[in-house]
């Protein structure tokens, strides 16, 4: 007897069960892909754009970013209470979700935001942190306490999330360098009550780092930035905050380097210094944390760093800048 009958009967066995395996892989396997609003890269408007989210369950809006609940209170920088919100999804013919109405477009397109600022921050080395809280549309006793868009909570270790602003060409909530402003706050969680300025100075660059824009705050603000005062490139104004001053002294350097990434990866580098100082490391404050992060460079790149530092900030402080 030929065994050709037999290998086909095996292989009608087989393929049937073969296929079912892949397809079984493939849904564990592949990120789930969902049309949130987001801001065009092209346009610079907010339109439906497909993305993956690694990890994520998009009908409770939760994932490796954070986890959204809504109707939570705030009281004394601490949340409680509140309930994951339950969305329905309908599936477009490319095979990416999309979530059902107003609330839940809003809900999804905050928690991709998260998603990408966390994607960039540990592109740049930073620690991979447990999913935190985000309390979107808290309760009405904390709404006064609140800005629009994404804000980190240091007490909590948590996220409010409110829309708006109203009149703003960007929703603070899709910001990406405003997002990832607030992620990286809460990865320099151990400096904001030790080294306020470097925090939020180191935040307030990652920002523009991950929008690849120096003036990313000005899309969400109701009347723009026509001054340009919270364009990192431009020279700050008289009573421009410390933190201000060294965002734009590491923007200036990070933009003549041709690799945000990069730069991103030697700030926080820098920060986690700071953070854990060793005997001899030197003084403290904003243009200590420069220097450190010229101490990662060698030759040219040092002396192009120096030079770009010693002409936004005092050069006190720059100690391997000779």
Same mark, same amino acid.
């Given at each position: 007897?030929?065994?050709?009958? !037999? ?23 592949? !990120? ?5 609003? =987001?801001? #065009? ?10 993305? &993956?989210? %690694?990890?994520? #369950? ?6 490796? !970013? /954070? ?13 409680? /209470? ?29 928690? +991709?935001?998260?998603?990408?600022? @966390? ?12 999913? =935190? ?7 009405? #006793? ?56 470097? +925090? ?30 919270? #364009?990192?490139?431009? %020279? ?15 923007? !200036? ?13 030697? *700030?926080? =580098? ?5 953070? +854990?100082?060793? %005997? ?12 450190? *992060? =010229? &101490? ?6 040092? &002396?192009?760093?120096? +030079?770009?530092?010693?002409? @936004? ?10």
């Amino acid at each position: 007897m030929s065994a050709r009958p !037999a290998l086909l009967r095996a292989g009608k066995t087989l393929v049937p069960l073969l296929l079912a395996t892949a397809a079984a892989c493939g849904v564990q396997g592949a !990120a789930p892909r969902a049309a949130v609003p =987001a801001v #065009d890269p092209v346009s610079g408007q907010v339109t439906a754009i497909e993305t &993956d989210l %690694p990890g994520a #369950d998009l009908s409770s809006v939760r994932g490796p !970013a /954070g986890t959204l609940v809504i109707g939570a209170t705030l009281r004394g920088g601490q949340l409680a /209470g509140g309930a994951q919100p339950e969305c329905a999804l309908r599936r477009l013919t490319s095979g990416a979700a999309a979530p059902q109405g107003a609330r839940c477009q809003a809900l999804l397109g905050a928690y +991709a935001a998260l998603e990408r600022a @966390r994607s960039f921050l540990l592109s740049a080395g930073a620690e991979s942190l447990p999913p =935190a809280p985000v309390a979107a549309e808290p309760a009405a #006793d904390a709404m006064a306490e609140l800005r629009s868009g994404l804000r980190y909570l240091p007490a909590s270790d948590a996220f409010t999330l409110l829309g708006g602003p109203a009149g703003a060409r960007v929703p603070a909530s899709l910001n990406a360098g405003a997002v990832a402003r607030e992620a990286a706050r809460r990865q320099l969680k151990p400096l904001l009550e030790t080294h306020p300025d470097e +925090a939020e100075g180191i935040a307030l660059f990652l920002g523009a780092a991950a929008a690849a824009d120096p003036g990313y705050l000005a899309a969400s603000e109701p009347g723009g930035d026509p001054m340009g005062e919270t #364009d990192l490139a431009r %020279p700050l104004p008289a009573g421009a905050a410390a933190a201000q001053h060294l965002a734009g002294a590491l923007w !200036a350097w990070a933009e003549q380097t041709g690799d945000l990434v990069a730069a991103s990866r030697a *700030v926080l =580098a820098a920060a986690r210094a700071i953070a +854990a100082p060793r %005997p001899g490391d030197g003084g403290t404050g904003p243009a200590a944390l420069l220097s450190l *992060v =010229a &101490d990662q460079l060698d030759g040219a790149e040092r &002396d192009q760093a120096c +030079a770009v530092f010693r002409g @936004r900030t005092s050069a006190d402080g720059l100690t391997a800048c000779p």
